[in-house]
């Protein structure tokens, strides 16, 4: 199981992957895997409960991972989430450097070399990222638009960047070293939620540690109309969402010691924003001027822009269009209808 005595196996990488109802999408990533240019990978697979043919594709998988000369173990755990799978599959890490990629997507056949070659030359850093690409999983083209912004590639201090969305938080581009990992979860468990299992494997990370970015496409994102990311929510489903992401947020914060006056108003003021959107977008207008006043309190909102919202969703896209626009409309279709 875990490496014994806090000691990590020196150079080896591990993948740890969670799954759920893989069977279409598993084979692309474990393939990938075996392609890697890297000697030395341990892959654990976490099945997430699936209810469709996972294990057995992972199972066949077994003696390509042998013949490659890589670790390989299938752990079961109930079906619950994605942050669930991964604590299944936290106790068996022994490597010095894990990452964590998605099921369905693919590493770059030199992913892992170049980001352990990068940390080892330069030991002053715990953890590295490349960048990513989108590709259409059934026909394999790459893709132009991207879900997440880039931002400055120069920063190394992400913590607030990929809380705030202002750089990608995607999960594969990530590595590392795995003792300062368990040293912020000595028990070897990430706090589980139906949502955001890369806010909980990045962010207190992230707060302790600068993080450099390898300028090279090493890591494929899938693109696919199933995926769990891209599934339509109900506004239930969106709300519940929402709200969870706030208590995850509140764990995080506290996992990451952040008590000091600034820090507590821009969570404040990320959670508000969010709030903003929902409400905004469910039109619950109250709600939504209650958050921009919170975040304009938070300094998220210069007046001006405040007073500007507030014009625009009240007026351009709140009442006015609530209440006056279809008033218009009937008015326009009675004249066409003369």
């Known amino acids: 199981m875990a490496s014994e005595g806090g000691k990590w ?3 080896l990488v591990s993948i ?6 893989g069977e279409a999408h598993l084979a692309g990533m474990l393939d990938s895997v075996l392609a890697q240019t890297y000697a030395e990978i341990e892959m654990i697979l976490a099945d997430d409960g699936s209810e469709d043919a996972t294990l ?18 299938v752990v079961q755990a109930p079906h619950r989430n994605a942050s669930s799978a991964i604590n299944a599959g936290l106790p068996y890490v022994t490597g010095e450097y894990l990452i964590w990629p998605d099921s369905d997507d693919a590493l770059e056949p030199e992913s892992v070399a170049k980001r352990v070659e990068f940390l080892q030359s330069h030991p002053r850093y715990e953890c590295v990222r490349s960048l990513s690409y989108y590709f259409d999983e059934k026909t394999g083209a790459r893709l132009d638009k991207a879900d997440e912004q880039i931002g400055d ?12 969305s202002r750089t990608f938080v995607c999960c594969g581009c990530y590595m590392l070293k795995s003792e300062r990992f368990f040293e912020i979860y000595p028990g070897r468990r990430i706090p589980e939620y139906d949502v955001g299992q890369n806010f909980q ?4 990370y992230l707060y302790r540690h600068k993080c ?21 929510l109900t506004q239930a489903q969106e709300e519940k969402k929402y709200a ?14 952040l008590a000091d006056e600034a820090s507590r108003r821009r969570i404040t003021a990320w959670k508000a924003a969010r709030r903003y959107r929902i409400s905004l977008k469910y039109r619950h207008w109250k709600e939504a001027l209650k958050a921009l006043v919170q975040l304009r309190h938070c300094g998220g909102f210069r007046l001006g822009a405040a007073v500007k919202e507030v014009i625009w969703a009240f007026f351009v896209k709140g009442w006015v269009a609530e209440k006056i626009y279809p008033v218009y409309q009937k008015i326009c279709a009675g004249k066409k209808g003369n």
Not at 212 to 232: D, F, M
Not at 244 to 257: H, R, T
């Open 201 to 204: 494997m990045l962010l207190p």
């Open 56 to 73: 057995q594709v992972a199972e066949s998988y077994r003696e390509r991972f042998a013949a490659r000369g890589y670790a390989y173990r």
């Open 16 to 21: 740890v992957t969670p799954v759920y109802n």
């Open 244 to 257: 969870e992401y706030e208590s995850l947020v509140d764990d995080i914060a506290e996992i990451c010691g």
């Open 153 to 164: 590639l120069s920063r190394e201090e992400l913590f607030w960047d990929v809380l705030e």
């Open 9 to 11: 196996k020196a150079g």
């Open 212 to 232: 450099p970015t390898i300028r090279e496409e090493l890591y494929g994102v899938a693109v696919r109309a199933g995926s769990h990311s891209r599934t339509g």
